[in-house]
């Protein structure tokens, strides 16, 4: 269901029991998958390929050009998995070729209003992003991730899965798996413990994580002692592995 008001090019490609509703615009090499729904005021442009089931709701901006004044009408690209929602006003921008050209959203997100997705992101899955959270160029995020309203993520940051921000979190450095950052302190909070417990892991599993965490903060270790404990102590969990991982390949230096 098209409404007439709305304008779509002749050369997108469009799935099957898609909605579009007013005054929304689709551009040229938009794909969009099976059940979309586009709820009003919706403008998607750009090499954009959009999966099944994603709602987006009135003003989004998706598949815009970059604000990168390096970017020269390249051709870019963006790819968005399956059933995420994209709330009021959340703008997710193409990638450039001083990166992958890409810039990909995974599946089951939530970005809520007025979220910013910027060039060169990959965002993986089953994430949340609150109200105005901003994400600048080239940031790599996992998969089951929080961010507190207003939380603003500088470029090339990697945060880690099932890691939570606090509201209004400015990060500059890298945020390890499984890490609360404060949003008034600006420092590792201890564990996402209560994330991690929704999301089924056992209680001996959480311990594993409070122990890596304080040998990572809490017991005066380098960075570079803390990541030979964490080796060691991630052959005998598996739940670590993700952090060891994260830690070898940070090259910002990680929020301490």
Same mark, same amino acid.
């Given at each position: 269901?098209i409404?007439?008001?709305?304008?779509?090019?002749?050369?997108?490609?469009?799935?099957?029991?898609?909605?579009?509703?007013?005054?929304?615009?689709?551009? +040229?090499? $938009?794909? *969009? #998958?099976d059940?979309?729904?586009?709820?009003?005021?919706?403008? @998607?442009?750009? %090499?954009?390929k959009? &999966?099944?089931?994603?709602?987006?709701?009135?003003?989004?901006?998706i598949?815009e050009d970059c604000?990168?004044?390096?970017?020269?009408q390249?051709?870019?690209?963006l790819?968005?998995?399956?059933?995420?929602?994209?709330?009021?006003?959340c703008t997710?921008?193409?990638?450039?070729t001083q990166?992958?050209?890409?810039?990909?959203?995974g599946s089951r997100n939530?970005?809520?209003v007025n979220t910013?997705i910027?060039h060169?992101?990959?965002i993986?899955?089953?994430?949340?992003?609150?109200?105005?959270?901003?994400i600048?160029g080239?940031?790599?995020?996992g +998969?089951? $991730?929080i *961010? #507190?309203?207003?939380?603003?993520?500088?470029q090339?940051c990697h @945060?880690g899965? %099932?890691?939570f921000? &606090?509201?209004?979190?400015?990060?500059?450095k890298?945020l390890?798996?499984?890490v609360?950052f404060?949003?008034?302190?600006?420092?590792?909070?201890?564990?996402?413990?209560?994330?991690?417990?929704r999301r089924g892991?056992?209680?001996?599993?959480?311990?594993?994580?409070k122990?890596?965490?304080?040998?990572?903060?809490r017991n005066?270790n380098?960075?570079?002692?803390a990541l030979?404990?964490?080796?060691?102590?991630?052959q005998?969990?598996k739940?670590?592995?993700?952090?060891?991982?994260?830690l070898?390949?940070?090259?910002?230096?990680?929020?301490?």
């Open positions: 269901m409404h007439p008001s709305s304008v779509i090019s002749e050369n997108a490609v469009i799935g099957k029991n898609v909605e579009i509703g007013p005054f929304c615009f689709v551009g +040229d090499n $938009v794909e *969009l #998958g059940g979309c729904v586009l709820k009003s005021h919706v403008v @998607i442009k750009g %090499h954009s959009i &999966g099944k089931n994603n709602v987006f709701f009135q003003f989004c901006s598949g604000q990168d004044k390096k970017y020269a390249e051709k870019t690209y790819e968005i998995g399956d059933n995420n929602v994209f709330r009021e006003s997710v921008h193409r990638g450039t990166d992958l050209s890409l810039t990909r959203i939530l970005l809520m910013h910027a060169d992101c990959m993986g899955d089953d994430n949340i992003f609150a109200n105005n959270a901003t600048a080239h940031v790599h995020i +998969d089951f $991730v *961010l #507190g309203g207003m939380t603003a993520v500088h090339f @945060i899965s %099932h890691a921000t &606090g509201g209004g979190a400015i990060l500059l890298d390890p798996p499984y609360m404060s949003g008034i302190k600006h420092i590792p909070q201890g564990i996402n413990s209560e994330g991690l417990k892991f056992s209680a001996e599993a959480i311990t594993k994580v122990r890596a965490y304080k040998v990572l903060y005066g380098s960075f570079d002692e030979a404990q964490i080796n060691s102590m991630a005998d969990a739940e670590l592995e993700v952090l060891q991982e994260f070898e390949k940070a090259t910002r230096g990680i929020a301490r």
